[in-house]
């Protein structure tokens, strides 16, 4: 095989409830991940010589760090370590997701370099091994094996697929000059935030699981986040005022996005953030899913 082209899609997090701190540091997550259609594409060949060799389009941020610190050269790195793959590897990541916007770019990459070089290599792994390389890279890569919507517990990359709902319509704000780093986040909840989950809070948890199409959206970070970046609280107000049926940040912020009837009426709310850069997409399920992957999602 001469080459592979991989799609690696964003997420959004249609309930992100946050239990408390673990032993280990990080925080006990429940979480409703759902993919969506905006996506990066990685390009992966085999080259002559041997070692990783990666380009990045798309984004001026990324394209300045040193390859090595990319997850899909690590992601690539790993998965070739535990293939004993020799032979060199050029990759081509063309990114489309903005980054530090809670929309999971970094994590879908990773899982599209590990998918990608399975596909590239001809070759198959145990499932549960190939979620222990994603979870080494980071704790949503393990969503983004399956793709469509799942539940996501511990630190969200305990993942349990849910079955696919009716496509829906989005909106998602990407805010010019706020950036919200997911450890940052972290250190801005409060006590208060951590608490234990009430009975209302796991009802709206189980009805968006079942009905994601009739319950409210949810994330435990928007009191945080919005306190610190108030804009962003503004925009997801702006999201229901101009006809969203419902509007949240995007995982720790700081996209915020909303669901609306038809893709024309995201597309007559996208004309009030001139300032920002606006999204129109739509969920993707996880056959979807599969079918972009070439048939079947490698895992």
């Known amino acids: 095989m001469s080459g592979v082209r991989v799609p690696a899609f964003a ?9 408390g701190r673990r032993p280990d540091g990080y925080h006990e997550l429940r979480t ?11 390009t992966l060949e085999w080259k002559s010589s041997r070692g990783i060799e990666l380009g990045i389009t798309g984004n001026a941020s990324l394209s300045a760090e040193s390859p090595r610190s990319n997850l899909v050269y690590r992601g690539l790195e790993a998965l070739g370590r535990e293939l004993r793959i020799k032979r060199g590897i050029r990759a081509h990541l063309r990114k489309r997701i903005p980054a530090g916007r809670g929309l999971g770019g970094g994590s879908s990459d990773a899982a599209a370099a590990l998918l990608g070089l399975l596909r590239l290599a001809d070759r198959k792994i145990p ?42 319509h989005l909106l998602v704000v990407s805010p010019r000059g706020i950036s919200v780093p997911t450890r940052e986040a972290y250190s801005w909840l409060g006590r208060g935030l951590t608490k234990p989950p009430t009975p209302s809070k796991l009802t709206r948890f189980c009805a968006l699981c079942w009905s994601p199409q009739e319950a409210a959206l949810s994330n435990d970070f928007e009191a945080a986040v919005f306190r ?72």
């Open 127 to 168: 499932l549960e091994r190939l979620i222990d390389i994603g979870g080494n890279l980071g704790a949503d890569v393990a969503f983004f094996l399956f793709g469509g919507r799942a539940v996501g517990v511990g630190r969200g990359n305990e993942i349990y697929p849910l079955p696919d709902a009716p496509r829906q």
């Open 32 to 42: 409703i991940f759902q993919m969506i259609s905006l996506r990066d594409t990685l």
């Open 11 to 19: 997420k959004i997090n249609l309930c992100l409830d946050i239990l």
């Open 228 to 299: 610190r970046h108030p804009r962003l609280g503004r925009i997801k107000r702006e999201l229901l005022r101009h006809g969203a049926a419902d509007a949240a940040l995007a995982g720790s912020g700081s996209a915020v996005f909303g669901i609306f009837r038809n893709p024309a009426q995201a597309r007559r709310t996208a004309h009030w953030f001139p300032d920002d850069e606006v999204l129109v997409c739509s969920t993707v399920s996880r056959e979807r899913y599969r079918r972009a992957l070439g048939g079947g999602a490698g895992v």
